[in-house]
C-alpha cells in the first residue's frame, strides 16, 4: 500500500471543519442487511422513493448506504440528527444543505464507484468529486475522441499504449470533479476545457474556452484512495489544507 493509501485516518470524536479545510470521506459500501437497517430510517421520503425506483435491488442498497453515510457525516459537522437535514437540488440535480437549515454554509459533494464512495466536506466553495472503479472492458479510444477537448486529444494520441488505461481515467475523473463542483452537468461541455491528464502529471484545470482566469481559480488533485480506483477533487480555491478520514461500518453507529 502506498503512504497516500495509508494516511486515510479514522475522524476524531470532536470533528472540526475549519474555514480554510477540505475534507475528504472514503466511505466502503456495506449494503450488509444490519447496516442497511440502520440508514434507511434516516432517509426523507423522497430519498425513500428514489432508492424504491432502482432497477436492481444492489444499486438501491447502494444508494441508501452513501445517502445515510452523507447524512450521518452531515449531522456531525452540523450537531444534527442525520434524519433531520433537508437537501435541495439545483436546476442540475445538485444536491446542496437545504439554507434555512444551518446558519454553517456547508458545501459537499459525493461520488461512488463499485464498492467505494467519496465524500468531500468544506465551507463557502464550491467543490467537486469524481470516483471511478478501473474498468477495463471501457472504448478508451471512442470515448476519448468524443468528449476530450482538441488539446487533450493531441496529448492522448501521442500516449504509449502502457499508460493509457490509467492517463484516461486520470482525464475522465477530473472533468468530471470540475463539472460536479461547477454543479452544472453536462450542461458544460466536456471538450470545451482541458485538464492534465498524463501520469504523474499534477492534476490541473489548464484552460477553458469561456473564461481566461477560470483556471487560476480552481485547483484539482488526484486522490489516491485504492487499488483498482482513481479519483479526483475541484475545489474552488487555491489554498487550502485536506485532511482524509476513512469511514466503515463500524462507525455508523455515530
Ligand atoms: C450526474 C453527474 C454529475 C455525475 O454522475 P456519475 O459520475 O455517474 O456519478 P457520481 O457517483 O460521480 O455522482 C453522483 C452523485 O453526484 C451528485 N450529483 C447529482 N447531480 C449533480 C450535479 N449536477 N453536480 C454535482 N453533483 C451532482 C449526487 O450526490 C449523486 O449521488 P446520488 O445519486 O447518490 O444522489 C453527471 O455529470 C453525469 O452523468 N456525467 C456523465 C459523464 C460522462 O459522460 N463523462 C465522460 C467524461 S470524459
Redesign the pocket.
Known amino acids: 500500500m502506498s503512504k497516500a493509501i495509508d494516511s486515510w485516518l479514522s475522524p476524531p470524536l470532536n470533528l472540526k471543519l475549519s474555514s480554510q479545510e477540505v475534507h475528504i470521506w472514503r466511505v466502503y459500501i456495506d449494503t450488509d442487511d444490519s447496516i442497511l437497517k440502520k440508514l434507511q430510517p434516516l432517509l426523507s421520503t423522497d430519498e425513500r422513493s428514489?432508492a424504491a425506483r432502482f432497477r436492481f435491488e444492489k444499486d438501491s442498497a447502494k444508494?441508501i448506504v452513501?445517502?445515510g453515510t452523507?447524512r450521518t457525516i452531515l449531522g456531525r459537522y452540523l450537531s444534527q440528527k442525520p434524519e433531520d437535514l433537508k437537501f435541495s437540488?439545483?436546476q442540475?440535480?445538485?444536491?446542496a444543505l437545504h439554507s434555512s437549515d444551518t446558519n454553517q454554509s456547508i458545501s459537499f459533494?459525493?461520488?461512488?464507484?463499485h464498492e467505494l464512495?467519496l465524500i468531500a466536506v468544506t465551507q463557502n466553495r464550491n467543490i467537486?468529486?469524481?470516483?471511478?472503479y478501473v474498468r477495463t472492458n471501457v472504448n478508451y479510444e471512442e470515448?476519448?475522441e468524443r468528449?476530450?477537448s482538441p488539446a487533450e486529444k493531441a496529448v492522448w494520441r501521442v500516449l504509449p499504449t502502457s499508460v493509457k488505461q490509467e492517463a484516461f481515467f486520470n482525464?475522465?475523473t477530473r472533468?468530471?470533479a470540475y463539472?460536479?463542483?461547477?454543479?452544472?452537468?453536462?450542461s458544460i461541455p466536456?471538450n470545451e476545457f482541458d485538464v492534465s491528464f498524463k501520469p504523474r502529471e499534477p492534476a490541473a484545470l489548464l484552460n477553458t474556452t469561456w473564461d481566461e482566469q477560470e483556471a487560476s481559480r480552481w485547483s484539482l488533485k488526484e486522490i489516491t484512495l485504492a487499488p483498482e480506483y482513481i479519483a479526483a477533487l475541484a475545489v474552488e480555491a487555491s489554498n487550502y489544507q485536506l485532511k482524509f478520514w476513512q469511514l466503515n461500518s463500524l462507525c455508523h453507529k455515530l
Do not use: Q
Open positions: 428514489k444508494y452513501t445517502r452523507l437540488y439545483n442540475y440535480g445538485k444536491p459533494n459525493v461520488s461512488h464507484s464512495a467537486g468529486v469524481d470516483i471511478e470515448i476519448a468528449f476530450f482525464c475522465w472533468k468530471e463539472i460536479k463542483a461547477k454543479g452544472m452537468g453536462l466536456l
